[in-house]
């Protein structure tokens, strides 16, 4: 078969929405493990299950549960991976433009769950699902009150992050990986939410905490946040840092935890709360998806996740942080 491409709902018009998403989806299959193996050993495992995940798909799908109006925009295969995600999106109630390549094979993982809810990915991307810039409608991001973009895809995640700048949308990134062009990427973020180790390596700076001022000043994000695991989130406004530890939770798996932080962030951004409140809500919603298996497992209601947040005791700070410039 060729590699023609075919838009998925293209006859859609794109009514305005909350939130649109332009990015990773994938299917992840989750395995389970009571060992984690050695190099060069055998070990057993019980079960192995396909379920929907990515990075940008899953923040998308969570905002949509919490009542905001959702669309994602991605490329997939025509393979029975292809179909369980649009029934995925169909069931969530999310407006899905998916741009569908003929014999392509939709993005994969496995997933290695450990004991604790640590997990370990193994992926397999198709290059011909690398979503371009003119795979995209400017309307489908215009019509938005916020982008959401992971970076993968980083020529089309620019161009969009671009067209939202113009019509003064808000763009949320979540990045973990230093991308060929990430840089020009990220002069049109406005809140930047990254994996640990990222400010550091961008900026070739081993403090975090000056990595992440130094990120800011140098791209004029309105935020630059580092996800931290157990830890919490750690945040920089330009004046000063807000910390928000970690729920302590029943850990099972963690996989989707730094996805379903990000639709927290986004969902309290579009209520306008107070960044305080909205770190807090995003690592509660993060807690309670690492208390079910998958990265949509553990997607609960915002009434749920605000229980959490009343009566769920925290782990410690990691460390004191400075609070001013």
Known sequence: MGDCSSRYNEEMESPK????????????????????????SKVEYRTATVMPGGQTAT???????????TRYVGKIGDDDAARLHRDAFARAGVEAQLITVAGGLSPQSLILVDEGGERTVLCRRDQRLVLQPEDLDREWI??????????????????????????GIPVIADLDELYPGVEKLIENIDYLIVSRDFPCRLMAEPNLESALRRMQLRFGCRLTAATLGQDGVLAWDGKQFLSSSAYRVP????????????AGFIYGLLQDW????????????????????????????????????????????????????
């Open 274 to 325: 107070p960044l305080e409140r909205q770190l807090d809500f995003s690592c509660a919603a993060a807690a309670m998806n690492c208390m079910a298996a998958g990265a949509r497992g553990g997607i609960q209601t915002v009434e749920a996740i605000e229980e959490l947040m009343a009566t769920t005791p925290r782990y410690q700070p990691a460390c004191d942080l400075p609070v001013s410039d």
């Open 17 to 40: 929405v909350d939130l649109v998403g332009v990015g990773l989806n994938a299917t992840d299959t989750l395995i389970p493990l009571s060992i984690y193996p050695a190099r060069g």
């Open 251 to 262: 850990v099972v798996d963690t996989t989707g935890a730094g996805d379903i932080f990000h």
């Open 59 to 69: 923040t998308v799908v969570a905002c949509q549960t919490w009542g905001l109006r």
């Open 142 to 167: 215009a019509n938005a009150r916020a982008l959401h973009v992971d970076g993968y895809d980083t020529a089309a995640a620019t161009v969009a992050a671009g067209w939202a700048r113009a019509a």
